[in-house]
């Protein structure tokens, strides 16, 4: 009798966890949920490269496109909490108000639901509460 077929996610954390700890032994018990406490903010080259002038010289803004991935992320149903969170923190560092983006999220429960509006607008608001501290 043949064995049951492998959970292919499963092999993947597994082999995840297993490069984690051949480059740091400490870490044995790797969680990807716990990478955003590990690099909660992009470096400045990483964000200039992304969202600022080096790939679309004539293009839009740092703070329109942060906008639009937030808009995207959002309108997903808001499933990518610590995506949300750090595209809120970039968007605070590229000049965005609190006002502004909370309309971007209140805009966007016309496509992502208020169920989505809603848990996007919690994640904001703890990054507004971070900022204040």
Known sequence: MSEAPKNP??????????????????????????????WPMLSRDAMEMWFGKTMNRDGLDAKTRLMVSLAAL?????QAE??????????LEAGATQREITEVIWQMSMFGGLPAMHKALEIAQGVFDETKE
């Open 9 to 38: 996610f499963a092999e993947m954390m597994a082999q995840a966890q297993d490069m984690a700890q051949a480059f740091n032994p400490a870490l044995r018990s790797f969680d990807p949920k716990e990478m955003e406490a590990l």
């Open 74 to 78: 959002v309108a997903l149903g808001a």
């Open 82 to 91: 610590p995506q949300i969170r750090l595209t809120v923190r970039h968007l």
